[in-house]
Structures are given as C-alpha cells and as structure tokens.
C-alpha cells in the first residue's frame, strides 16, 4: 500500500471543489467541441464528398495495412528493447563497479534524448558510418535504443521492490549472486513489472508514428498519403486517430486491470519511473531503499 508524499489526500471540502471544477471544465470542453462540429458542418467538412472515400474498401485496406506495419514495428521493437532493458538493469545491480557506471551512463544518455533525434540519426547519420538501414530497421533501432533504457529503469525498479529475504533465502540455499538473481528474483519481479511493462507498451506503439519523418510506412504516413490523394486530410488523419485511440486505450485498460490484481495478489504498489532529473531509489547497504 502507498500512500501520497508529495500532498495530503483531500478533505470533503477540497472533494467538493475538485467535483466543481471537473464539472465546469467537462462543460467548458463539451462546448468546444460543439462550437467545432458546427464549425466545420459550416465549412463543408462533412460533404459526401470528402467522406465518401473512407467507405472504399480499397482505401481502408491500404490504411489498415500500414496499422499493420505499426503494429510489427512496435512488436519487434518491444521485444528487442525488454532484451536490452534486462540486461541494463542487471548492469546497473551489478556487483562490478565499471558495469553499473556504463550501464547507468547509457540510461541517464538515452532516457534524457529525444527519440526524434534517434530515428533521424539512424536514417541520416548511420549511413554516414557506412551502416544503411531501411525506415523499418532505423525505427526498431531507435525505438529499441531509447525504449530498452527505461525499461532497464522498470525492470531495476521491480527487482528492487521485492523484499531483502528473497536474496537472502537464496543465498542460504548456497546459490550464487546470479544465480539468485535469474532462479529467484527475476522470475518473481517479472509478474510485478508487467502492468508497466504493457503501459511502456501504449507509448512505443505511439511513438511508431515518429518515423513517417523517414519514410516508414506505417498507420500515419499512409493516413498522410491518402488525404493528400483525395484532398481529405482532415477526415482520414481523424480516422487514424481513432484508430490509435481505440488500441491504445484498450493497453491502457488492460495496464491497469494488470496492475490491480498483482497489487491485490502480491500486496504491492504500483512501479514508478520517475523523470527528470530524478533516479531510482537503489538498496542502501542494510537494505533499505535510499535515493539516488
């Protein structure tokens, strides 16, 4: 169970304003949106015309086959990037001192730059070293690199929140560090990190997005192609973004549906990976959590 640090929980009074404004500020965007819709009936954005091509079963398929490549990219991505991820936060727990400063140099150096810059360094700048890649290859690569550092975070974060008896219990039983770690702790704060794991998911599967700036030819750029084509951006980019709504609302759903029951199955709080300049909080020599 955790409990609030950064403010105390609400009293009745400051429940009752919070209701005020959620219900002023719901009413403030419901009205917004009206204004819009009526804005653009007015401007014609609802013709058949522009509507009509969505309806084609030829257009619909050439959208959904770049969700298609999303989809692969973000699968191939995720699993390259937990790889990595596990061994950065083996790194970064590591015994050997020049192990965890260029672990812990390669996650504060990725977590802190933006993806944007990956994807174009590996479309324009790798080729430069000799190393060419197609726009699927470039954005697994960034999407990896960037991905697989803070899950190294996630992944050091749910080993750290397992209690001190466990490794303790195996060092009894005469396993080694390592082979505490891969036969005792990890298996179990595996079942802690999925919740988290599937919500750093939701994000990459986003980000994905970044490399129409490349060419990839994924669920946007063809979104992009289309409108273009049939002079109705506005409606198919709208399509897309439903489409990425509904996916990505459905992981979000399912993250939290996750993180309940390993909550209520292993009494638990949620793992956080803070941002900004802040760090992990490591295990102190007795044991006990202290920042970093």
């Not at 009509?52 to 191939?76: D, H, M, N, S, Y």
């Not at 060092?171 to 702790?185: D, E, H, N, P, T």
């Amino acid at each position: 169970m955790t409990a609030p640090f950064i403010a105390e929980s609400l009293g009745p009074r400051g429940k009752r304003r919070v209701a005020v404004v959620s219900a002023v500020a719901g009413a403030a965007i419901a009205a917004l949106v009206v204004v819009a819709f009526l804005r653009l009936l007015h401007k014609g954005q609802f013709s058949d015309r522009l509507v009509a091509p969505l309806r084609l079963w030829a257009v619909q398929r050439f959208v959904l086959l770049g969700l298609l490549e999303t989809v692969k990219a973000a699968i191939v991505a995720m699993a390259l990037a937990m790889a990595l991820g596990t061994l950065l936060a083996l790194g970064r727990l590591s015994r050997n001192v020049l192990t965890r400063w260029l672990a812990g140099i390669y996650v504060d150096l990725f977590r802190a730059m933006p993806l944007i810059l990956l994807i174009l360094f590996c479309s324009l700048g790798l080729p430069k070293l000799g190393i060419h890649l197609q726009p699927f290859g470039g954005v697994v690569l960034a999407l990896t690199a960037y991905n697989g550092a803070v899950l190294g975070e996630i992944f050091r974060a749910g080993i750290l929140s397992l209690e001190r008896g466990q490794s303790e219990a195996a060092s009894a039983l005469g396993f080694s560090y390592w082979q505490s770690m891969r036969l005792v702790i990890v298996p179990q704060a595996a079942r802690r990190m999925i919740p988290a794991i599937v919500s750093q998911l939701v994000t990459l599967l986003k980000d994905t997005s970044l490399g129409s700036v490349i060419g990839f030819d994924e669920l946007l750029r063809r979104a992009e192609n289309t409108g273009t084509y049939y002079g109705n951006s506005l409606q198919v980019l709208t399509e897309a973004a439903v489409i990425y709504i509904v996916i990505n609302f459905t992981l979000s759903r399912l993250a939290r549906r996750l993180e309940v029951r390993q909550r209520r199955r292993y009494k638990a709080g949620p793992i956080v990976v803070p941002g900004g300049g802040m760090d992990l909080a490591v295990m102190g020599a007795q044991g006990t959590a202290s920042a970093i």
